[in-house]
């Protein structure tokens, strides 16, 4: 992103996008570190290279998949529920 496309469109975001523009000064200074990214995918490719892909993928493929497969459904299930849902009737005393 260049700077020039970063201040031009500062003027549009609304008065409550104060991280937007933060961030986007952060970005326009070089300021955003990319070495966990880079650190990340070179530990990737080192196993890759070493060990082969079954390594790669039951190690680390695998789990994060399914750790973000069960992240989502309990993401849907929580906030696709009714509001006036019982799990449990109402107990009255007589």
Aim: charged share 15%; aromatic share 10%.
């Amino acid at each position: 992103m260049r700077q020039e496309n970063v201040q031009e469109s500062d003027d549009s975001l609304p008065e409550h996008s104060e991280g937007i523009r933060v961030g986007r000064e952060l970005l326009a200074a070089g300021l955003i570190p990319w070495w966990p990214l880079r650190l990340v995918f070179s530990v990737l490719g080192a196993l890759l290279m070493v060990r082969g892909f079954s390594l790669v993928f039951f190690v680390i493929l695998l789990p994060i998949t399914l750790a973000s497969a069960m992240g989502c459904y309990l993401f849907f299930a929580q906030h696709s529920s009714r509001r006036d849902c019982r799990l449990l009737p109402v107990c009255t005393v007589a």
